[in-house]
């Protein structure tokens, strides 16, 4: 599956979109300026997305990479 298949799939699960995750992903503090907070492990973040949005291991890694800056919306 592409990265956008991902982000595809996870917004059609959970209504949000790249954005949405962004904004959750701060007001946590699980990001801060744009970047995951120091401390913040990719564990507590696919830890959050599963028990809050039911994502599967694979769909909240996609979500970490994004938050993370290593994929985009634009990625294929």
Do not use: C
Not at 13 to 25: E, S
Not at 28 to 36: A, D, L, V
Not at 44 to 64: Q, S, T
Request: charged share 30%; proline share 3%; no cysteine.
């Amino acid at each position: 599956m592409s990265f956008q298949g991902y982000l595809n799939t996870i917004k059609a699960k959970t209504g949000k979109g790249p954005d949405d995750f962004r904004q959750l992903a701060a007001e946590k503090g699980i990001t801060q300026n744009g970047e995951i907070a120091p401390g913040v492990k990719a564990g507590d973040i696919v830890k959050w997305l599963k028990d809050d949005f039911d994502l599967g291991h694979g769909h909240a890694m996609a979500i970490y990479a994004l938050l993370k800056g290593m994929k985009n919306e634009d990625s294929k």
